[in-house]
């Protein structure tokens, strides 16, 4: 038992240093030298855990991964496009820690391009993500606050991509897109798409 407890907080030190040379200088800063360094400790014990520069960006990945489903969500106010509104907000740089994680994910780009293995885990989490709105959508769908005959996918897709065009202007131009107008941005989208709805059919309210 010492023995394995030993090896979990090895374990969580690495993820923790992982991280902090992700948030630090993203995925191009990240080699065995930079994690060692943020230890402590030497590179050759870290190849005990990643024989090769691949084997860490996995590593990586699944450690990006774990901090972005750590998110203090935004309430939606209801179904349908209040939840999309919500999910919008989640993804959006607000606080210095959603800008962290923003950062790592676009930094991932420039080496996802470059492999297919990594551009394969990129692509998935695309899907995730498009599939975390989805619902939204559908439920907007449903009670009649988009158009009876928009294209759910087509919603989708687009709420993506405005949704990370936006996080990719506030990281780069944040003086000029503050968290407040990140928000007032998303509201005036979610806003545009309830205005295409005029002229059709409403089914029942959720709420009665």
Known sequence: MPA??????????????????????????????????RMGASTGLLTHYFPSKKALMRYALEVAHEHT????????????????RAALLDVMPLTPESAARNRVWV????????????????????????????????????????PADADPDDVVATAAGFGHGLVVQALFDPARFPPQRQVKLVDDFVALLAAQRSGCRRGPHPTG
């Open 69 to 84: 489903q750590v998110l203090d969500r935004f309430p939606a106010e209801g179904e349908g496009l209040p939840g999309l």
């Open 4 to 37: 394995r407890g030993d090896h979990d907080a090895r374990r969580r030190d690495v993820s923790q240093a992982v991280w902090e040379v992700l948030a630090a200088g993203g995925f191009g800063g990240l080699t065995l030298r930079a994690v060692a360094a």
């Open 107 to 146: 930094s991932f780009w420039d080496a996802a391009l470059g492999d297919d293995e990594l551009a394969a885990a990129e692509l998935r989490r695309y899907e995730r993500w498009r599939g975390m709105l989805r619902p939204h959508v559908d439920a907007a769908l449903r009670w009649g606050q988009l």
